[in-house]
């Protein structure tokens, strides 16, 4: 294991061209290189915005009883995103944080330094977690196991690191049809905004300099390399139980929603990010509750598989 506080050095071009055929070099390249932009790059905060967007989505999955869970582990934790969050809204008390990147690792330690905690960080792939057995009363993740080659190699390492009764809660990951109909929708938006910005009359105010729009197109090429799997809601459910985990339970969110939020976030890494302020980011973010409000309602009538989150709660046997 690689000491969680000294991130990799630079990729070499070597090492990028190995990443090609290796998935996991390709993992921790890319989360590396993205570990120093990800919060802005995702919009992440650890404000009361973010802390309860977690609250709520770690509660549609699993519920509100047993908080606050006491030794929690989180999976491919990024920056913290999840795990920081559920501590400050008393879903978890004592974190530990994994991710096969060191330069996340960082990342997150140095994000919870901030908030004025400490927790512990482990450079990890969850498909080989460096702990023994029956660890913790909680595991959680959210947009990671769509990474993993062997997704039920990794589950079964939650099982054997929960105690009996421990409880598992993935979040965020993208169903096999609302992950189509969000990459189409980015896909037009993208060809739209970088054509129109180019119009004489918007090209000197609206447009993006040239190189950091190659630079978007290379991470999404990237991206195509660490992105593995969609699920769909009941094949993931079949999953988790054939890991060994009872009670399993999976959930999908966001239907128009993520038709909003997809190309919001596309138009802008598209156009000039000086052009949009405070009231674009409070327009964008209200809307998004808005509909995200008219998809609970949607969700009665609409099947789950079209929503574009899907998450999954589970329980060791006792
Ligand atoms: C899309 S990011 C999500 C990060 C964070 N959970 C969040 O929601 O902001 C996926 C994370 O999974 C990590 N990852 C990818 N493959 C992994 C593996 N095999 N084991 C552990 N972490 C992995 C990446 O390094 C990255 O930080």
New binding site residues.
Partial sequence: MSDATTPRPPASAEDVERAWNDT?LA??LY?DWEAQT?DDK?S?SFDERCVSYARDRFAAAAGTGGWPYERAL??????G??SLNLRQAGVLDDVTV????PG?VEAARRNARGLGFEIAGEV????RLPFDDETFDVVV????IH??PDVEQAFREMLRVLRPGGRVVIC?EPTKYGDKIARALSRATWWTATRATRLPGLRGSWARPQEELDESSRAAALESV?DLHTFDPGALTALVTRAGFTHVRSVTEELTAAWFGWPVRTFEHAVNPDRLGWGWAMFAYKSWLRLSAADRVLAKVVPGELFYNVSVTAVRPS
């Fill in positions: 996991k993992q921790v989360h990800y995702w992440i989180e999976i491919g934790a990024g920056t995103f999840f994994t991710d096969i990147s996340m990890a792939d969850a498909e993740g959210h947009a990671v990474h993993l965020g660490v």
